[in-house]
């Protein structure tokens, strides 16, 4: 698969054609961990939402994928976009437009039921990431890469034990971060 990434990389059209199917299960896996927290009836689905995150993939120009890991985290940082831009789109029209536009950056491994929470989550992970950039991207690769510690601390070039450490330490701030928020928004 690496190799097929860096000649995908290179220019090697077939090289990604060749490569789709080899991580098309995988891509379903985590697409489906991302659906399985959002609210009931929603209108993505895991195929649906695979193939946006593979074409906005292919029509990256500067892709430099280190390996396996380093894929499938830029994968799954594509899908949580298009999950936070869908559910901005369903808040803004819910609320006759007035949603606030919020820049987007990382994860976390809270439940996240309704549209509303998914950009609440959004917004902390935008505050986390001002704190501490590292901790959203080993948020995002944990929880909705679906990456082992050994798999993030890979593509991040740290231990495993410094990304156990840092996704608990994402983790509680986020949580006190979200309640906060709620508490303030009620």
Same mark, same amino acid.
């Given at each position: 698969?690496t190799? &097929? &990434?860096e000649?995908?990389? $290179?220019? #090697?059209? *077939?090289? %990604?054609?060749?490569l789709?199917? &080899? ?14 927290i959002?609210r009931p %009836?929603h209108?993505?689905?895991?195929t ?11 029509? *990256?120009?500067?892709?430099?994928w280190q ?5 499938? $985290? ?6 949580r976009?298009?999950?936070?831009d869908?559910?901005?789109?369903h808040?803004s029209?819910?609320r006759? %437009?007035a949603?606030e536009?919020?820049?987007l950056?990382?994860?976390v491994d ?6 509303? *929470?998914? @950009?609440t989550?959004?917004?902390? @992970?935008?505050?986390?990431?001002e704190v #501490?950039?590292? *901790?959203v991207?080993?948020?995002e690769?944990r929880?909705?890469g679906?990456?082992?510690n ?7 070039g740290c231990?495993e034990?410094t990304?156990?450490?840092?996704w608990r @330490?994402?983790?509680?701030? &986020?949580?006190?971060?979200?309640? $906060?928020e709620?508490?303030?928004s009620e």
């Amino acid at each position: 698969m690496t190799r &097929l &990434l860096e000649a995908w990389r $290179g220019g #090697d059209e *077939q090289a %990604g054609e060749e490569l789709f199917p &080899l991580v098309y299960g995988e891509l379903r896996k985590i697409a489906a961990g991302y659906l399985s927290i959002e609210r009931p %009836g929603h209108t993505l689905q895991p195929t649906a939402l695979v193939n946006e995150a593979y074409l906005r993939l292919v029509d *990256q120009k500067n892709a430099c994928w280190q390996n396996r890991s380093h894929f499938f $985290g830029i994968a799954a940082r594509m899908m949580r976009r298009i999950l936070v831009d869908h559910a901005r789109r369903h808040h803004s029209a819910k609320r006759g %437009g007035a949603a606030e536009r919020v820049p987007l950056s990382e994860v976390v491994d809270l439940a996240v039921e309704r549209p509303d *929470q998914l @950009l609440t989550l959004d917004r902390a @992970l935008c505050r986390l990431e001002e704190v #501490d950039p590292v *901790q959203v991207k080993i948020v995002e690769y944990r929880f909705f890469g679906g990456l082992s510690n050994k798999e993030t601390g890979e593509v991040l070039g740290c231990s495993e034990a410094t990304v156990k450490r840092r996704w608990r @330490l994402a983790k509680a701030w &986020l949580y006190r971060e979200m309640k $906060g928020e709620e508490t303030l928004s009620e």
